[in-house]
């Protein structure tokens, strides 16, 4: 069914970020870091993340929300320290693409808001250069046209996906190639000046992008931990 698209702001959003085990994440890191150090980074990360959530007030409304997806009980903690909700994944034994999607659309059929007043986001889990800003004016182009999407930086991956309107849901499509794919499945790339939104890490030259635009503090704190130690393999320059 054709999204009925709002011209007006609607009155609630939820974002839903997806976290998988913290142990295994960042694994094109493993040549650079650590387990331990990847996973003090994904953890800041997320601490960044989520701190600019809040921060953007989407926390502040009951009937909004943001909820974290995971198998993790740290990262549950995680989120219970930012005031957020936490939803388990039905089935912490997946660990691909495939089980973030399905997780995803669990989280958003449990949802108790009304989607019809409420504009969904899934998010990226490793945006330590996000700026509250970045995230709400995406949402506002997003909702001149219903499901839509902000590419990452490299052109192929999905920093943020939106689902905006009545019927509107977000049939996420996480995985290799997910722009392409989101945009194949209906969604519209967006275009727009959101340096931070679209800088997601999964390298150390990400990770040199992303301080250049400005690191939040518990990802900046976890690099200058990190920056001078043999696990690094090189010194850390933003």
Request: glycine share 8%.
């Amino acid at each position: 069914m054709q999204a009925r698209y709002r011209s007006e702001p609607a009155m609630h959003v939820h974002v839903l970020v997806a976290v998988k085990e913290l142990r295994m994440a960042k694994s094109r890191l493993a040549e650079s870091l650590s387990a331990a150090d990847r996973t003090d980074l994904v953890a800041a990360m997320l601490h960044d993340t989520l701190g600019t959530l809040v921060e953007a007030g989407l926390a502040a409304d009951p009937s909004s929300g943001i909820t974290v997806v995971t198998p993790d009980p740290a990262v549950a903690a995680i989120a219970e320290e930012h005031g957020v909700q936490h939803w388990p994944d039905p089935d912490p034994t997946r660990t691909g693409e495939s089980g973030l999607n399905a997780a995803l659309v669990a989280a958003e059929a449990g949802l108790t808001s009304d989607p019809d007043s409420t504009d969904l986001v899934a998010l990226q889990a490793d945006l330590p250069a996000l700026r509250a800003g970045e995230l709400l004016d995406a949402l506002a182009a997003a909702r001149r046209v219903g499901r839509a999407i902000v590419v990452d930086h490299a052109g192929t991956g999905t920093a943020a996906l939106f689902a905006c309107g009545t019927g509107c849901s977000l049939d996420p499509r996480f995985g290799s190639d997910s722009a392409a794919l989101h945009v194949a499945s209906g969604a519209q790339a967006l275009e727009g000046d959101w340096p931070g939104l679209r800088q997601d890490v999964d390298t150390v030259a990400d990770l040199e992008a992303a301080a250049r635009l400005g690191l939040g503090p518990a990802t900046s704190a976890v690099l200058e931990r990190i920056a001078c130690t043999p696990d690094l393999g090189r010194p850390f320059s933003p």
